[in-house]
């Protein structure tokens, strides 16, 4: 079969749905769907796409949706609109029930985490349906690289929103994998907790959920992740967690992300990986502290798709978003074996960076605090370490 200097050549497909660029959070929301667009748009303009199939699928349908989350929640998402919320009455109770328009009337309507958005339902089907349509392709063995941008949305609970998400596509997705693969490794480099993962499998014995996470006091989502969350039942040791401070750098991270994910890999041989990139770990995050490069970003990719297991790549959180389509365009790349130019090509959103040098790495934060300090580092690796090594007994 064919090879590339870092192994054989890895079948990539990609998943993108234009109907996902126009979904508007608000004016003044920091989720901007149209940076999904952004990051395809300079995927095309490196070339990538000739690399890759394009997966076309059809929405997740609402039994696709039901079979995890909660029918009464799934049959508000399916008939709520903005009119209907503003008009206040049942459907604004209702969604408020449901943590979307928040349970409390005091919040300003203006930063509200989950607002009732138009077109809510079917922007749920499409990002939901690109995270099945990818997890049926490796389940089938078509590719070994399956990538969805727009999905990644971690936080959605069983029957309720929460942290700008309202289906969890991740959760549908390693479901389907379970139908073909015995064991699940899902490792989430968004700058938050993936909650709705963890919760979702926590209990589960095939099913290993690990997220690196920014874990200071009241950051979202507020007491979750800690050190010592380690999953029960079944489950036991199989729910990992990597708190960190703020200002954690390329170095620091992939110190602790290499020797876990490594260890991760060895005891709990899984069948198929699941990837949560969130760009929001990336430095000048507006909602994240770390200080992370794009390289330093996607060195967790590279060394995720070097063990040659069935991998799927999803997006996730990331507010500055130049920053973010660069680094999923870099990570498609990675996810193909290729080296970019960092020159960024002429293309329709190239004016959005101008402030990066029109190159696709811009620098970190120079002079940064960096809050981890090389013992926290150590102990919480240690620590890590000695609760994967119960699996290994
Ligand atoms: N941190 C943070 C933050 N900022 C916002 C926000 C800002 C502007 C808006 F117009 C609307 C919302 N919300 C939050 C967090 C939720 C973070 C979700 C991250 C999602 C992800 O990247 O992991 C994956 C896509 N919410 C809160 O902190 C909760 C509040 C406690 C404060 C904010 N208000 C709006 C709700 C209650
Ligand atoms: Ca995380
Ligand atoms: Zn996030």
């Known amino acids: 079969s064919p090879s590339c200097p870092d192994g054989p050549k890895r079948r990539v497909c990609y998943y993108y749905d234009r109907g996902i660029a126009g979904v508007d959070y608000g004016e003044d929301h920091v989720m901007v769907p149209r940076r999904v667009d952004m990051a395809h748009a300079l995927i095309r303009s490196y070339g990538l796409l000739g690399d890759m199939s394009r997966l076309r699928t059809r929405p997740a349908t609402y039994d696709d949706i039901s079979a995890f989350h909660d029918r009464g929640y799934a049959d508000l998402l399916g008939s709520l609109t903005p009119e209907a919320f503003a008009g206040g009455g049942e459907a604004e109770l209702t969604a408020r029930s449901f943590n979307i328009g928040e349970p409390s009337k005091k919040e300003d309507p203006r930063s509200v985490d989950n607002p009732p958005i138009a077109g809510l339902w079917d922007y749920c089907c499409r990002y939901a349906g690109g995270s099945l349509a990818a997890a049926r392709a490796l389940a089938a063995g078509r590719h070994d690289i399956a990538i969805n941008w727009s999905g990644g949305m971690h936080h959605a609970c069983r029957d309720k929103a929460s942290g700008f998400c309202y289906v969890n596509d991740i959760v549908l997705a390693i479901r389907e994998l379970l139908a073909a693969f015995a064991r699940v490794v899902y490792v989430d480099i968004d700058v938050h907790h ?20 920014q874990g200071t006091t009241d950051f979202f989502p507020k007491g979750r992740g800690k050190l010592q969350d380690v999953g029960v039942g079944e489950g036991l040791y199989r729910a990992v967690n990597v708190p960190l401070h703020a200002g954690m750098d390329d170095e620091g991270y992939y110190g602790l992300f290499q020797p876990i994910m490594e260890k991760v890999m060895e005891v709990f041989q899984p069948e198929a990986i699941v990837m949560q990139c969130g760009g929001d770990s990336l430095s000048g995050d507006p909602l994240g502290s770390q200080n992370l490069s794009i390289a330093g970003h996607a060195r967790c990719v590279r060394f995720m798709r070097s063990f040659n297991v069935p991998l799927l790549l999803l997006g996730g959180g990331g507010y500055t978003i130049n920053h973010v389509a660069a680094c999923w365009c870099y990570e498609t790349a990675v996810a193909l074996g290729k080296e970019i ?19 696709l790495h811009y620098p970190v934060k120079k002079g940064l605090k960096n809050d981890n300090t090389n013992h926290h580092v150590t102990q919480t690796k240690n620590t890590v370490l000695r609760n994967l090594a119960e699996l290994a007994a």
């Open 194 to 213: 993936g909650d709705g993962v963890e919760t979702a499998f926590v209990d589960s014995g095939r099913v290993m959920t690990v997220s690196f996470h």
């Open 341 to 359: 130019d960092d020159d960024i090509p002429q293309h329709c959103y190239d004016g959005y960076y101008q402030s990066q040098g029109y190159k």
